[in-house]
T-cell receptor, first 113, second 113 residues
Framework: AQTVTQSQPEMSVQEAETVTLSCTYD???????LFWYKQPPSRQMILVIR??????QNATENRFSVNFQKAAKSFSLKISDSQLGDTAMYFC??????????FGKGTLLTVNP | KAGVTQTPRYLIKTRGQQVTLSCSPI?????VSWYQQTPGQGLQFLFE???????NKGNFPGRFSGRQFSNSRSEMNVSTLELGDSALYLC????????????FGQGTRLTVV
């Protein structure tokens, strides 16, 4: 079974600074997808970024980028120029061949003014 | 394009009752999956449907069931409610499978008293 581990329950960052959230996963599959989802206080789960395992190039979406290390099974999220609206719970998720997403426990990110 | 719609948004039920939650996916999406989110257990997979067929089911008791209709709308039912069923229930919609990309609804907050 696949597992996803987020080792940082909480993090904080000053507005305009850069922060990196960590995620490791375990799988025996070679083809899969990895995701970062953001869940603000409204509880709406929002897709931030997606990485396909067979692509070596790290995904980027505006201020959000990932560092995907397939051999190390590591998938970190970097948020540049942090904004107050980035305050949320961030979940790392794995999608493989079994038609489901496996989530980590989440990291609560607080952006301070 | 309308997003994923979950109804109702909030629900209060009494122990022993049953409840039905509804999820309307993004137009054209044929995959719907359900997740239970609690503070203690995090996000746990319930089941996934594609074109009216259940392709995977999580480790939940038989009191939890679901179905998908020909228009891709999905319902989940919980019978004989227990206090521990209090949670946020999230539905995710995907074109072909949640493992590749999924968009979430705003969730249904179920409180069992």
């Amino acid at each position: 079974a696949q597992t996803v581990t987020q080792s940082q329950p909480e993090m904080s960052v000053q507005e305009a600074e850069t922060v990196t959230l960590s995620c490791t996963y375990d799988t025996s599959e070679s083809n899969y997808y990895l995701f970062w989802y953001k869940q603000p206080p409204s509880r709406q789960m929002i897709l931030v970024i997606r990485q396909e395992a067979y692509k070596q190039q790290n995904a980027t979406e505006n201020r959000f980028s990932v560092n995907f290390q397939k051999a190390a099974k590591s998938f970190s999220l970097k948020i540049s120029d942090s904004q107050l609206g980035d305050t949320a719970m961030y979940f790392c998720a794995y999608g493989g061949s079994n038609y489901k997403l496996t989530f980590g426990k989440g990291t609560l990110l607080t952006v301070n003014p | 394009k309308a997003g994923v719609t979950q109804t109702p948004r909030y629900l209060i039920k009494t122990r022993g009752q049953q409840v039905t939650l509804s999820c309307s996916p993004i137009s054209g999406h044929r995959s719907v999956s359900w997740y239970q989110q609690t503070p203690g257990q995090g996000l746990q997979f319930l089941f996934e449907y594609f074109s009216e067929t259940q392709r995977n089911k999580g480790n939940f008791p038989g009191r939890f069931s679901g179905r998908q209709f020909s228009n891709s709308r999905s319902e989940m039912n919980v019978s004989t409610l227990e206090l521990g069923d209090s949670a946020l229930y999230l539905c995710a919609s995907s074109l072909q499978g949640v493992s590749t990309e999924a968009f979430f609804g705003q969730g249904t907050r179920l409180t069992v008293v």
